[in-house]
């Protein structure tokens, strides 16, 4: 399989660290090519069409498009990743054996993680996993309330179609992973996610170069469940993500209380009655 990272010019350190990260996961010969990112600082004119968006949000839609048509020809499956993504021992494996489950016309888009927004979905998500940690499962996103596109796969049968639907930013102009959404929603793109989650996000997310900083506390807390819920986690670092978040987020007493009671019945000591 080709997959293509995204990069901008300036992030060495990003580029450097995916690279290592893929080589040690890279166990059935796939192909890693950069694309370097559009850069906030020297938008191309068309991306005036995409008003309503801040800058980095606007160079990252125009990224992930450019990305497709410069890598999506059609000769294979192209897997779509950017720089803060993280490859697991097992993510090239699981992803493999999910495209043979999917037939080749019930699907656009193949997600390898997601952005879980909605604290009902965390819980669900949670307690399946931990009911059936081993059994792989597709989940139609039609219904999800998702966020990310962090790392995905184009099923190369249909990868112009999709280019040209993502392409159409609509009447309202939204960030490329809320754009996905709406499509998915709509039913203009057919798309899935694996479940437990086969990619992650490696340290660099929590250093995000599009998220705003008003939302940085919410933003950590999405990366940590992202980095608890997939199929390789290491606790200390979603702690680490955790430790990140300022601490007036959790200076509610109400809150605080309800975790407590969500944690004994979570636990997987707990005596059933």
């Not at 959404?181 to 599009?210: C, E, K, M, N, Y």
Request: net charge neutral; hydrophobic share 45%.
């Amino acid at each position: 399989m080709k997959v293509c990272y995204i990069n901008l010019d300036s992030a060495a350190e990003r580029r450097a660290a995916l690279e290592r990260n893929f080589a040690a996961c890279n166990a059935h010969g796939w192909t890693l090519t950069r694309f370097a990112a559009v850069d906030k600082g020297s938008l191309p004119p068309e991306a005036a069409r995409l008003d309503g968006l801040g800058p980095g949000e606007r160079a990252c839609f125009l990224s992930h498009l450019a990305a497709i048509e410069a890598h999506g020809d059609g000769s294979d499956d192209l897997m779509l990743v950017e720089d803060d993504a993280l490859f697991g021992k097992g993510s090239q494996r699981a992803i493999l054996r999910a495209i043979d489950m999917l037939p080749r016309d019930r699907w656009d888009v193949l997600l390898t993680d997601i952005c879980i927004t909605d604290v009902e979905d965390m819980l669900n998500l949670f307690r399946r996993k931990r009911r059936r940690p081993a059994d792989m499962q597709l989940m139609n996103l039609t219904k999800i309330a998702f966020a990310g596109s962090t790392a995905y796969v184009l099923n190369k049968d249909r990868i112009a179609a999709t280019r040209r639907t993502l392409a159409d930013p609509g009447a309202e102009a939204l960030p490329y992973d809320l754009h996905v959404r709406r499509l998915v929603r709509a039913g203009s793109l057919a798309a899935w996610v694996i479940f437990p989650f086969v990619t992650s996000l490696s340290a660099w997310s929590d250093a995000s170069q599009v998220q705003r900083e008003a939302t940085q506390g919410t933003e950590l807390l999405w990366n940590a469940f992202r980095k608890l819920i997939w199929i390789e986690p290491e606790h200390a670092e979603v702690q680490r993500c955790l430790d990140l978040i300022p601490p007036d987020l959790f200076d509610d007493r109400e809150a605080t209380l309800a975790s407590r009671i969500l944690q004994g019945m979570l636990s997987g000591k707990r005596v059933s009655k």
